[in-house]
């Protein structure tokens, strides 16, 4: 199974970043978003990201505009059709990506690889959407996907063992370090990772100590780039509750039971950086 075109559907930061990833490493990209005003945002990220390498003198401009040259944005999912592997990154949400799945089945030639960016939520629900749940896995890349090197790759109970290896090779010629994971909630990072973050929140309501406290013991005391509540807030407050709620479905451990704090802020629309509100104010 050789991976030379590759299709990303989502228009979100993930979507443009793995787009990035793959075209810089010489991979046809198609992205595809639902609207025109999506696919014209996520060629302007990948521009500006590109802007930013040359200015630093990480790429020449040659090198940009060979990037850019590589990739084709699309609002037709029929454009999809002759791509080697697909990587969706549209919402966590099981039921909208299980639809997405059916209607790529239907689209994409029938030996492409269909796999999905999800952090969580189980790939073998979304393999049995599909006529071809042997070509279905999960290829999980990190925010920002230009600069993380890890990229898990989940093995459902469905998927075939070249399907496994041709993500793994993909990932691998991505310039990526792959991890082969079994198909259970939060895989190895999210599942060791959010115990973690809920339990900062946990201390914090508490009163054992202020964020900025938590933030700079965890920083100072463990070598940690950022504290877990600068760290939420970067990933998001109500994408992070979805994880913890889905890894307490799948595993009732109290250490997945979202601390009610955590609930009682995206329920009040504070999600973090993307809304300027979360932990953290970042409007000043």
């Known amino acids: 199974m050789s991976i030379t075109r590759v299709g990303i559907v989502g228009s979100g930061i993930m979507g443009s970043g793995i787009a990035e990833v793959a075209a810089a490493t010489g991979h046809e990209v198609v992205l595809r978003s639902r609207t025109q005003a999506g696919a014209d945002a996520m060629v302007a990220g990948l521009n500006k990201s590109l802007a930013k390498q040359v200015e630093k003198e990480r790429r020449t401009q040659a090198e940009a505009d060979e990037i850019v040259g590589r990739v084709r944005a699309t609002t037709h999912l029929g454009d999809l059709v002759d791509v080697d592997l697909v990587i969706e990154s549209v919402v966590e949400d099981l039921a909208v990506k299980k639809a997405l799945f059916a209607e790529l089945d239907t689209v994409c030639k029938p030996e492409t690889i269909l796999a999905t960016n999800t952090s969580t939520l189980p790939v073998v629900e979304m393999a049995m959407a599909t006529e071809r749940p042997d070509l279905v896995c999960g290829v999980h890349f990190f925010n920002p996907a230009p600069a993380m090197a890890l990229v898990e790759v989940v093995r459902p109970i469905t998927a075939s063992d070249a399907t496994v290896e041709a993500a793994i090779a993909f990932a691998a010629a991505c310039g990526k370090d792959p991890v082969e994971v079994k198909d259970q909630a939060g895989f190895i990072v999210n ?54 709620d889905a890894l307490y479905e799948e595993y009732r451990d109290p250490n997945y039971a979202a601390v009610p704090l955590l609930r009682r802020l995206v329920t009040s629309g504070r999600l973090g950086r993307k809304t300027k509100k979360g932990f953290y104010d970042y409007n000043r």
């Open 191 to 244: 599942a060791l990772l959010f115990p973690y973050l809920n339990n900062a929140v946990r201390l914090f309501e508490q009163g054992v100590a202020d964020k900025e406290g938590i933030d700079a013991a965890m920083k100072g005391g463990c070598g940690f780039p950022m504290g877990p509540f600068a760290l939420l807030d970067l990933v998001g407050l109500d994408t992070s509750l979805a994880i913890l």
